[in-house]
């Protein structure tokens, strides 16, 4: 099983709201990674977990702040985005951290 | 600067037609070689290549890397309609698992 879930699928939020992102595996795997993606660009790094414990954050605005709660679980926590905020999120996970990473779905986000 | 140059950046083909793809990299620190197809949502891992001459097969796909020459070719054969997708090429660079992606392969399959 090479799931990677993530919730919610889509979402739509003013540039004052605080909202969250919720990626979850059950693969037993110890890196979690969350990528931001641009319309017809590649995903780009934003942070990378290695059991448990923020390894890079590639230096991102702080209006954006992840959160590992536990081996399984990984939130992006969401505050005053901007329009250019806009964009598909995913969420990978791997066995350790140069290993294979499977991408979650993804979560469509629009900042109005 | 680490560099992954992904050649041709579209192409469009008719069902049953042979694809390659290229992927060439200028890293300082190469430790792996991976291919992702990604539709409408998430990259699905197609490979991982470390060792140069070593074909990976998965029914009409398969991939070989040569890491002497910098590159690697993803081959799909006999292609269909569900093949259309952006193929991404991405290399890890560091012990930290970041993948330096390519801008990515349009492959557009026509019936």
């Known amino acids: 099983d090479t799931e990677v879930t993530q919730t919610p699928k889509h979402l739509v939020m003013g540039m004052t709201n605080k909202k969250s992102l919720k990626c979850e595996q059950h693969?037993?795997?110890?890196?979690m990674y969350w990528y931001k993606q641009k319309a017809k660009k590649p995903p780009e790094l934003m942070f990378v977990?290695?059991?448990?414990?923020?390894?890079i954050n590639e230096s991102v605005p702080s209006r954006f702040s992840p959160e590992c709660p536990n081996s399984s679980l990984l939130n992006l926590h969401l505050h005053a985005l901007q329009p250019e905020d806009s964009a598909l999120y995913l969420c990978?996970?791997?066995?350790?951290?140069?290993?294979?990473?499977?991408f979650g779905p993804g979560t469509r986000l629009l900042v109005l | 600067e680490d560099k992954v140059v992904q050649s041709p950046l579209s192409l469009v083909v008719h069902e049953g037609d042979t694809v390659t793809l290229n992927c060439s990299y200028e890293?300082?620190?190469?430790?792996?070689l991976l291919w992702y197809k990604q539709e409408k949502k998430a990259p699905t891992f197609l490979f991982m290549l470390?060792?140069?001459?070593i074909e990976k097969k998965s029914g009409r796909l398969s991939s070989i890397l040569d890491k002497k020459e910098l590159f690697s070719i993803l081959n799909i054969t006999a292609t269909q309609t569900g093949d259309s997708a952006v193929y991404l090429c991405?290399?890890?660079?560091?012990?930290?698992?970041?993948?330096?992606f390519g801008a990515g392969t349009q492959v557009v399959v026509t019936p």
């Open positions: 470390t060792s140069s001459g």
């Open positions: 693969m037993g795997h110890r890196a």
């Open positions: 990978a996970s791997s066995q350790e951290r140069q290993e294979t990473q499977y």
């Open positions: 977990y290695s059991y448990e414990k923020l390894s």
């Open positions: 890293v300082t620190n190469f430790r792996s």
């Open positions: 991405a290399v890890i660079t560091d012990s930290w698992g970041k993948l330096q």
